[in-house]
C-alpha cells in the first residue's frame, strides 16, 4: 500500500514505516500528524487517482526529529563596485515516520 501526499507544495510518495524528511512542521517530538492531501493511493489491488484529491483518505504520522538542514550559501554581489554580501541559511525539517494510510 502506498500514496502520494502534498506537503508544503511538494509531493511525496509514502509507505506505511517510511521516515521521510520534509520542510519544517509545527510539532513536538512522538505527535501525530494528519495529511489530508492525498493525491493518489493504491491499496494493493486497486488505484485511485484523486481529482485532485481522494476522497476521505487521509496519511497518519509521526515526528520523529525536528532540526535544520545543511547550510546554504548565498552569495550576492555587484560587477565592478565593492559590494559583496554572503549570508547562509538553514531551512528547518522534520522527520516523520508514517504510521498509517487511511482509506
Known sequence: MYAVIEANGRQFK???GDVIRIDGVDGAPDSKVT???V???HDGNELRIGS???ARATVTATIVRQGKD???MVFHYKPKK???KRH???QPVTELR???IAL
Open 70 to 72: 545543511r547550510k546554504i
Open 52 to 54: 485532485p484529491l481522494v
Open 98 to 100: 508514517i504510521e498509517k
Open 14 to 16: 509514502v509507505s506505511e
Open 39 to 41: 493525491l493518489l493511493a
Open 82 to 84: 565593492r559590494i559583496r
Open 88 to 90: 547562509g541559511h538553514r
Open 35 to 37: 495529511f489530508e492531501r
